[in-house]
């Protein structure tokens, strides 16, 4: 493992060979929006264990706090006087007992080339005077390695790392992995969209001459060193929030500059200029203007410029040199010319003037494959006059990993959710890559037989009281092995998940009381599924709720009609009404004379009667 510091106030960690929530949730309110680097560009600023959205400096860029992210634990260095900005005064921990050995935070982010950079901070804030170590992994590939002890600026002040990476699924994934009991941690994360072209691996020579689409894509570069030549030792050349549209940190060249004598130092130049230099910030790399105002000259035209980097061995590097002819004494091609050399390899001749003219930005980039040794060299040997640089970038070209094909991806981040997986089993990210580390805990990956993606072929989470269903996404996993006995799952298996089993695969079920529906379990319920309605139930639900409308529309229709037929008036006219009522009543009166004229006929010869005489 190795580290390489960029200056005695910024250290940077950079690449070394060889999350708890799934997401994070981005909050965006009307006032501080998090994602407004340029109008064209997708930038988030977030202050990891921040305690909410802040407006700070540099530039007063807008920082989103990381609260709802549900993993790990936020925290404050214990000396904040040692840190320049608020943002570096906080950070997450994530300890592994609680938040499991891999935690990541996943970051919306469209298909494209981005700028990411960390902050990482240890500020001894748990009071045990020993920081962690653990593995940074970003796109599901390890690039930065912190091991403990780290050196004593580092520990005290913390470091920026950064890299170029091509994001494809949706979301920048950016994921610590736990050694031992060390609990990893982070002070900030800042990720840009940039141009998709951007830091093209055209390959030799000068920049911008093609590229290889596919090798962009598969390949991150890493920072090993960003100079800006011509600027002192007290910090940054270039205030990377103001100047340059990436928000790249460039620094002093003091520090790497080989025979730092005093003697050598003397006979060094400084050029700086305030003339505007053409051809800057230009795309698709938009280097600062900044950038080409200062450079470093060597006086004499006998002594050569040399810089060497720490690097680490058998990784391939793209060198990236900026040139401007800034001193004005300069005036046509052929007054400045000198060799470069890298890693004693001399590879190009370089006239700036006759490349660009004056006051005229130049870069010029050189792969190095496969490099053998522990640092880079690179020297500028005069030809004609005195040896001129601007800038110096160097990258790493780390392969991007392997990484769990996508709809094995979507499947078992669908199980995470249906199995309420506990947060100590560090389920978050990509549940194989990287390969260098375990994948999720119960999980076994395999390489797929094109070779182009992890998939999950073993996973056995049996005996540990998971309950909830077994998503129907997991069928189209192409699981080999699933181990789900002796736990609270319920709901139907479907056949398809079964026919592991009989494919020469293996699937154990047992001891789940609430699973149904396959050979050895119970059948399932026609209406329940799932701890829900049955897709059966459902459609049978469905049908009688149709009938029910279809029988209640007919007796609304039938009812109108009838009732339309009825709407004719059959009642009898008054005046025979009237004639009727008459006539019975003078029938009713006939029977009662009657019936008197009787009784007392009867009662002549009986007893008296009682009637009054009409």
């Known amino acids: 493992m190795s580290l390489l510091l960029y200056t005695l106030f910024i250290p940077i960690l950079l690449f070394s060979s060889p999350s708890s929530s799934d997401d994070l949730d981005l909050y965006l309110s009307d006032n501080e929006t998090a994602a407004a680097a340029t109008a064209s560009t997708l930038s988030y600023r977030i202050d990891c264990g921040g305690e909410g959205n802040s407006t700070a400096l540099p530039a007063a860029a807008p920082w989103l706090a990381d609260a709802f992210y549900s993993g790990g634990g936020a925290a404050a260095v214990s000396d904040p006087s040692r840190f320049s900005l608020p943002q570096q005064r906080t950070l997450r921990y994530f300890p592994p007992v609680a938040s499991g050995k891999k935690n990541c935070y996943l970051v919306p982010a469209p298909a494209g080339r981005y700028y990411l950079r960390t902050f990482t901070a240890y500020g001894n804030y748990d009071g045990k005077l020993r920081p962690p170590s653990f593995d940074v992994a970003v796109e599901g590939t390890v690039v930065f390695g912190w091991r403990s002890p780290w050196p004593e600026a580092v520990r005290f002040s913390g470091a920026y790392s950064d890299l170029f990476v091509f994001v494809g699924d949706g979301e920048a994934d950016v994921c610590f992995y736990s050694i031992a009991t060390d609990a990893p941690v982070i002070g900030t994360l800042e990720i840009v969209e940039i141009d998709s072209s951007a830091y093209n691996l055209s390959g030799d020579g000068i920049a911008g001459g093609g590229g290889e689409d596919d090798e962009n894509e598969n390949v991150l570069l890493v920072n090993y060193g960003r100079l800006n030549c011509g600027v002192d030792e007290r910090g940054l050349g270039i205030d990377e929030s103001i100047d340059d549209r990436f928000g790249r940190a460039w620094q002093s060249d003091l520090a790497f500059r080989v025979d730092n004598s005093f003697l050598s130092s003397q006979l060094v130049r400084n050029l700086e200029t305030r003339t505007g230099v053409s051809r800057a910030n230009q795309p698709p790399n938009y280097f600062p203007m900044k950038l080409y105002q200062t450079a470093v000259v060597m006086p004499g035209g006998i002594r050569a410029l040399e810089y060497k980097i720490p690097v680490d061995s058998r990784l391939d590097y793209m060198v990236w040199l900026h040139f401007a002819e800034i001193d004005a004494g300069v005036t046509a091609a052929g007054r400045r010319v000198f060799d470069v050399h890298i890693n004693q390899k001399n590879v190009s001749r370089i006239d700036i003037f006759e490349r660009v003219g004056g006051f005229a930005a130049f870069d010029w980039q050189y792969r190095v494959r ?105 069928e189209a996993s192409s699981l080999q092995i699933v181990l789900l006995n002796d736990n609270q799952l319920e709901g139907q298996v479907s056949e398809k998940l079964y026919s592991v089993g009989i494919h020469g695969g293996l699937i154990d079920l047992t001891g789940n009381k609430g699973l149904c529906g396959v050979p050895t379990l119970p059948q399932c319920s026609l209406f329940w599924d799932r701890g829900a309605l049955s897709t059966g139930s459902k459609l049978a639900i469905g049908l009688s709720f149709l009938v029910l409308l279809t029988v209640a529309l007919l007796t609304i229709f039938v009812y109108h009609v009838r009732k339309r037929r009825n709407d004719y008036n059959f009642d009898i006219p008054h005046n025979l009404i009237s004639t009727a009522i008459a006539a019975k009543r003078n029938r009713y009166q006939r029977q009662k004379s009657a019936l008197v004229f009787e009784m007392e006929t009867q009662n002549v010869s009986r007893f008296p009667t009682t009637l009054n005489p009409l």
């Open 370 to 474: 496969n490099l053998s040794s522990t640092y880079l060299s690179v020297r500028l040997v005069p030809v004609i006059g005195d040896p001129l640089l601007c800038g110096l970038e160097n990258y790493a070209l780390v392969p991007k990993d392997l990484q769990t094909a996508q709809e094995q991806v979507i499947a078992m981040r669908a199980l995470k959710e249906s199995l309420r997986v506990p947060e100590r089993m560090g389920w978050n990210g990509d549940p194989c890559a990287p390969s260098s580390w375990d994948a999720w805990e119960g999980v076994t990956c395999r390489i797929d037989k094109n070779r182009s993606a992890l998939v999950v072929s073993q996973m056995d989470l049996s005996d540990n009281q998971f309950s909830g269903y077994i998503p129907d996404s997991l």
